[in-house]
């Protein structure tokens, strides 16, 4: 079984100032973790994924991520907030065994940014 | 690349009467499609699954008769809500993954579904 957990219904951050939204995951297994933005009425967009590597994944919009394996924790950050970041943000985990496998996602987070 | 087309994008219907809601991978052939639900400042619940040529894996408490699922070929996949009810209004959002790409998902646009 996979879980996911968003621990924050919402975020709210001045504009300007950083931002964290918390993920963290549980799987039997070796996983991959994705980050997707929602704008409301909209479908998801992907932000960026970690499948192997460099535990620091950049992604789009100036979003990056942290895998922490001993954590196993994947919070995404950006060093400067924009209002237009306002929007739902979902994490989500899938078992990494090479082929297509589905998605479980978190809870999501409602991220706030404000003048 | 990897674009994935969601039709129709909005969709009012009546009670009792049936709603077929179209996934489609503009530029690929998609191994895997999956078919989420979500309600209202929610996140996404995957209800099914499917590959081409075969049927169907449900998640538990998803009703089969009711969500009927048809991946007919490698670029389509269609959920047809059958004898709709108002509390089936919801977000519905198709993802496909890509031959030779693994787990990555690329998703549709959604599509608001409501029935009065």
């Known amino acids: 079984a996979q879980s996911v957990a968003q621990p924050e219904d919402q975020v709210n951050v001045a504009e300007g100032n950083p931002l964290t939204v918390k993920c963290t995951y549980s799987v039997s297994g070796n996983p991959y973790l994705f980050w997707y933005v929602q704008y409301p009425n909209r479908g998801l967009q992907f932000l960026l994924k970690?499948?192997?590597?460099?535990?620091l994944v950049k992604g789009s919009y100036g979003f990056e991520a942290e895998f922490n394996k001993s954590q196993t924790s994947f919070h995404l950050k950006k060093p400067s907030a924009l209002v237009s970041d306002s929007a739902l943000y979902l994490c989500?985990?899938?078992?990494?065994?090479?082929?297509?496998?589905?998605?479980?996602f978190g809870t999501g987070t409602r991220l706030q940014v404000t003048l | 690349g990897a674009v994935v087309s969601q039709h129709p994008s909005r969709v009012i219907c009546k009670s009792g009467t049936s709603v077929k809601i179209e996934c489609r991978s503009l530029?690929?052939?998609?191994?895997?499609m999956f078919w989420y639900r979500q309600f209202p400042k929610q996140s996404l619940m995957l209800m099914a699954t499917?590959?081409?040529?075969?049927?169907?894996?449900?998640e538990q408490g998803v009703e089969k008769d009711k969500f009927l699922i048809n991946h007919a070929s490698l670029t389509l996949s269609t959920l047809t809500v059958t004898s709709a009810h108002p509390e089936d209004s919801s977000f519905y959002i198709c993802?496909?993954?890509?031959?030779?790409?693994?787990?990555?998902?690329?998703f549709g646009q959604g599509t608001r579904l409501t029935v009065v």
């Open positions: 499917s590959n081409e040529g075969s049927k169907a894996t449900y």
């Open positions: 970690y499948i192997t590597g460099d535990n």
């Open positions: 530029d690929f052939q998609a191994t895997t």
């Open positions: 989500a985990v899938s078992l990494n065994t090479g082929t297509a496998s589905k998605l479980t």
């Open positions: 993802s496909a993954t890509r031959t030779g790409y693994g787990t990555e998902a690329f």
